[in-house]
């Protein structure tokens, strides 16, 4: 990653899907508090998902996807009290699912800072271009004002769904397929009534379906 990055400590929507990043994901999301959108899937990023993302207080969106990401889901995402789509799919995450994860969303809709803000797209950005160039940097290492309509795709259950606009407020997901994970699933995920996307399947889970989920009215 460029150092460049880390002078951006106002980035509100990061995309950096569909690369060849490596290396461990603490070294992208240093000193970068002000996230609401995370999307680093589809690259070779490896070790543990960090802790340290629990400390980005605002963020509703992280998808973390087809990687190679080990260790067990840490409690502290569970800090991430407007988190509205999460998927951790296609990793190598292994341990329980955390209770605490039922409270994904809860808080969503009671926020409004859900508003568009700065936006940093390296979408499938080949390794021979410059990347200052193709951001629009200028001489003294700041970003041009560039305006772009936020989307996010998110793939469950083999099909993808591409959200444009107003995405923050409109959809929920989980997507923990394509683990190790190991246990039972915890009965207070059908406290998550406003979830429509929830995949767990191709994992070690064991035991019967919560009688719970019956109160997931939303899922899709």
Request: charged residues 15%; proline residues 4%.
């Amino acid at each position: 990653m460029p150092s460049c990055l880390m002078r951006l400590p106002r980035i509100e929507y990061l995309y950096l899907s569909n690369n060849q990043l490596s290396g461990p994901m603490k070294d992208i999301i240093t000193n970068t508090s002000g996230l609401v959108l995370v999307d680093l899937s589809n690259n070779d990023l490896t070790g543990h998902i960090p802790s340290c993302i629990g400390n980005i207080p605002y963020l509703r969106v992280l998808l973390l996807g087809g990687n190679n990401f080990i260790g067990e889901i840490h409690f502290q995402l569970c800090n991430l009290l407007y988190l509205t789509m999460l998927d951790l799919s296609r990793n190598n995450i292994s341990g329980t699912i955390p209770i605490c994860l039922s409270h994904i969303s809860s808080h969503a809709s009671q926020d409004d800072h859900a508003y568009l803000g700065g936006y940093l797209s390296l979408y499938g950005l080949y390794e021979d271009q410059d990347v200052e160039d193709a951001m629009g940097f200028d001489s003294y290492g700041d970003i041009l004002e560039v305006q772009w309509e936020v989307w996010v795709n998110f793939t469950t259950k083999g099909i993808s769904y591409d959200y444009e606009g107003n995405i923050l407020q409109n959809m929920s997901g989980i997507n923990l397929s394509y683990n190790r994970l190991l246990g039972e699933i915890p009965k207070e995920m059908g406290n998550l009534t406003q979830v429509r996307a929830l995949n767990l399947s191709h994992n070690q889970l064991t035991g019967p379906i919560p009688a719970t989920f019956s109160n997931m009215g939303q899922l899709e």
